[in-house]
């Protein structure tokens, strides 16, 4: 049983040994040129020769160049990701901190702030609405 496979697998590979490509180029009768694997006419048809494909200097350093741009972009890409979450966490802070100063502004509770004698300021009702609307537009701005 095992020669068979291994009769088997050999003659599928000499099946695919002729199998080889030539490419035509040729000029109709218009004069365009045309390319394909069966020339429409033998008389005008000539086999097209196709090298290997070899990078020279230049090609390799233009890939490195490119390979190079791109690494540096996804530098910056990062640089501008990590900084953008930072600004949110900052933002995502500030707007916690306000929403807990605007809570006993809006309780109506007697608010005081100590100067710098050490003693206590009430917070006049003038000064109680302009906190407010100081601290709500931080919310405002902050917590998106």
Partial sequence: MKWAKSLLFMGILLLALPVTAEIYK?????????FGD????KANAETVKIDKFTPDQSYRTRMESIKQNVESQREESMDKKAEQQKVASENAQRCQQAK???IPFKQKVRVF???DAGERNYVSDS??????????AIVKQTCK
């Fill in 38 to 41: 069966k020339p429409q006419s």
């Fill in 26 to 34: 040729w000029v109709d009768d218009e004069g365009n040129v045309h």
């Fill in 113 to 115: 702030r100590y100067d």
């Fill in 127 to 136: 000064e109680r609405a302009s906190e407010i609307n100081r601290l709500e």
């Fill in 100 to 102: 807990r100063r605007l």
